[in-house]
């Protein structure tokens, strides 16, 4: 039972930076790794980021590779990902997610989701 509360989206324009936050509750000891997904309407969701609790192992979807950053700071239970260059395509609500599972590239390893958080990217 993990609690998952993202915060930082908003309204920017194309090439600034945001920084979206992700609070999560006790028991990160059951946290095998977390992750960033993102869903625009009427697409389907999308892999954007994860990475492994303790060993710190990323990966990246291809689409943000380069451009966004993601990363954790265990001491205060929060996951980060950090934006540069936005695009209009990176327009979406983007939640932030834990497994337990040795896989955690799909949405389908994950055993816990946050609200989601608006990222709004205007030209």
């Known amino acids: 039972q993990v609690q998952l509360v993202e915060s930082g989206g908003g309204l920017v324009q194309a090439g600034e930076s945001l920084r979206l936050s992700c609070a999560v509750s006790?028991?990160?000891?059951?946290?095998?790794?977390m992750g960033w997904f993102r869903q625009a309407p009427g697409k389907e969701r999308e892999f954007v980021a994860s990475?492994?609790?303790?060993?710190?192992?990323?990966y990246y979807a291809d689409s943000v590779k380069g451009r966004f950053t993601i990363s954790r700071d265990n001491t205060k239970n929060t996951l980060y990902l950090q934006m540069n260059s936005l695009k209009l395509e990176d327009t979406a609500v983007y939640h932030c997610?834990?497994?337990?599972?040795?896989?955690?590239?799909?949405?389908?390893?994950?055993?816990?989701w946050g609200q989601g958080t608006q990222v709004t990217v205007s030209s």
């Open positions: 006790a028991r990160t000891f059951s946290i095998y790794a």
């Open positions: 997610a834990a497994t337990r599972s040795y896989r955690f590239t799909s949405s389908r390893d994950y055993d816990s």
């Open positions: 990475i492994t609790w303790i060993g710190g192992t990323i």
